[in-house]
Protein backbone atom coordinates (compact mmCIF):
# COMPACT_ATOMS: atom_id res chain seq x y z
CA UNK A 1 0.00 0.00 0.00
CA UNK A 2 1.17 3.21 -1.32
CA UNK A 3 1.11 5.97 1.80
CA UNK A 4 0.82 9.53 1.81
CA UNK A 5 2.11 11.82 4.94
CA UNK A 6 -0.29 14.61 5.13
CA UNK A 7 0.67 18.05 7.69
CA UNK A 8 -2.29 18.31 9.83
CA UNK A 9 -2.75 20.64 12.78
CA UNK A 10 -4.46 19.81 15.86
CA UNK A 11 -5.86 22.07 18.61
CA UNK A 12 -5.15 21.11 22.13
CA UNK A 13 -8.32 19.60 23.28
CA UNK A 14 -8.10 17.31 20.26
CA UNK A 15 -4.62 16.49 20.83
CA UNK A 16 -5.92 15.82 23.95
CA UNK A 17 -8.78 13.37 23.09
CA UNK A 18 -6.54 11.45 20.73
CA UNK A 19 -3.71 11.04 23.54
CA UNK A 20 -6.18 9.36 25.89
CA UNK A 21 -7.83 7.01 23.36
CA UNK A 22 -4.28 6.33 22.29
CA UNK A 23 -3.68 5.50 26.10
CA UNK A 24 -7.19 3.40 26.34
CA UNK A 25 -6.53 1.30 22.97
CA UNK A 26 -3.02 0.66 22.70
CA UNK A 27 -3.02 2.41 19.72
CA UNK A 28 -0.62 5.14 18.60
CA UNK A 29 -1.78 8.31 17.94
CA UNK A 30 -1.66 8.10 14.19
CA UNK A 31 -3.72 4.38 14.00
CA UNK A 32 -5.99 6.69 15.83
CA UNK A 33 -6.50 9.34 13.41
CA UNK A 34 -6.21 6.60 10.43
CA UNK A 35 -8.90 4.68 12.01
CA UNK A 36 -11.01 7.63 12.75
CA UNK A 37 -10.95 9.19 9.63
CA UNK A 38 -12.06 6.02 8.10
CA UNK A 39 -14.98 5.72 9.92
CA UNK A 40 -16.03 9.34 10.07
CA UNK A 41 -15.66 9.96 6.21
CA UNK A 42 -19.22 8.03 5.79
CA UNK A 43 -21.05 9.28 8.26
CA UNK A 44 -19.74 12.94 7.37
CA UNK A 45 -20.97 12.50 4.04
CA UNK A 46 -24.36 11.26 4.99
CA UNK A 47 -25.18 14.14 7.39
CA UNK A 48 -24.11 15.97 4.14
CA UNK A 49 -21.25 17.84 5.88
CA UNK A 50 -19.42 18.21 2.62
CA UNK A 51 -21.23 20.79 0.06
CA UNK A 52 -20.14 22.18 -2.96
CA UNK A 53 -21.51 25.03 -4.67
CA UNK A 54 -22.30 28.71 -3.05
CA UNK A 55 -19.87 29.76 -0.41
CA UNK A 56 -21.94 32.95 -0.14
CA UNK A 57 -25.51 33.62 1.15
CA UNK A 58 -25.29 36.91 -1.43
CA UNK A 59 -27.51 36.14 -4.74
CA UNK A 60 -25.77 36.88 -8.04
CA UNK A 61 -26.77 39.69 -9.99
CA UNK A 62 -29.33 39.06 -12.69
CA UNK A 63 -27.48 39.32 -16.65
CA UNK A 64 -29.36 41.92 -17.22
CA UNK A 65 -27.93 44.00 -14.46
CA UNK A 66 -24.32 43.01 -14.49
CA UNK A 67 -24.53 43.35 -18.65
CA UNK A 68 -26.06 46.95 -17.47
CA UNK A 69 -22.79 47.52 -14.95
CA UNK A 70 -20.11 46.09 -17.26
CA UNK A 71 -21.37 47.75 -20.52
CA UNK A 72 -19.13 50.42 -20.17
CA UNK A 73 -15.60 50.58 -19.43
CA UNK A 74 -14.26 52.89 -16.21
CA UNK A 75 -12.08 55.42 -17.58
CA UNK A 76 -9.84 55.60 -14.38
CA UNK A 77 -6.52 57.13 -16.38
CA UNK A 78 -6.82 60.51 -15.23
CA UNK A 79 -7.54 59.90 -11.58
CA UNK A 80 -4.54 57.35 -11.33
CA UNK A 81 -2.19 60.20 -12.91
CA UNK A 82 -3.30 62.61 -10.42
CA UNK A 83 -2.71 59.91 -7.40
CA UNK A 84 0.96 59.16 -9.19
CA UNK A 85 2.02 62.45 -9.63
CA UNK A 86 1.05 63.01 -5.95
CA UNK A 87 3.56 60.40 -4.81
CA UNK A 88 6.52 61.51 -2.97
CA UNK A 89 9.34 60.48 -5.27
CA UNK A 90 13.03 60.58 -3.70
CA UNK A 91 16.25 60.04 -5.41
CA UNK A 92 18.78 57.02 -4.45
CA UNK A 93 21.61 58.91 -3.25
Do not use: F, H, N
Request: proline share 5%; aromatic share 4%; charged share 30%.
Amino acid sequence: MKATAYPLTLDRELTAIIKQTAAKTGLSMADIMRRSIKLGLPQLTDVGAVKAGRVTAVDPLPSEEWRRCYAEPDDDGELIRARMAAQVRRVAE
